[in-house]
Nanobody, 121 residues
Framework: QVQLLESGGGLVQAGGFLRLSCAAS????????MAWFRQAPGKEREFVAA????????YYADSVKGRSTISRDNAKNTVYLQMNNLKPEDTAVYYC??????????????WGQGTQVTVSS
């Protein structure tokens, strides 16, 4: 079992950048693929990016591809999401998840509490 805590969210202007972090306060992320999902008000939680246990393979939603980079540091028990050229439509609560590498929410049994990202136009 792993307990996750996200940080790094905030208010940023369109075109800006943020780096989200997800640290495990209990357990180790090294046993899991890791992912970021996001949920905007009134919308379903959607896949953003995922990374394999080794970090060798990464996957992105089309909406963030080319603007975002997921990475992990297993020694620090932390996964990151660097987001550049942010757009107002990126506004959402961002969640970190641990599980099997996939774009499906149901493949991730462990979730953080989320961190708010707001992009102003």
């Amino acid at each position: 079992q792993v307990q996750l805590l996200e940080s790094g969210g905030g208010l940023v202007q369109a075109g800006g950048f943020l780096r989200l972090s997800c640290a495990a306060s209990r357990g180790t992320i090294g046993s899991y693929a890791m992912a970021w999902f996001r949920q905007a008000p009134g919308k379903e939680r959607e896949f953003v990016a995922a990374i394999s246990r080794s970090g060798y393979s990464t996957y992105y939603a089309d909406s963030v591809k080319g603007r975002s980079t997921i990475s992990r540091d297993n020694a620090k028990n932390t996964v990151y999401l660097q987001m550049n050229n942010l757009k107002p439509e990126d506004t959402a609560v961002y969640y970190c998840a641990a599980g099997g590498v996939s774009s499906k929410k149901t493949d991730y049994p462990y979730w953080g509490q989320g961190t708010q990202v707001t992009v102003s136009s």
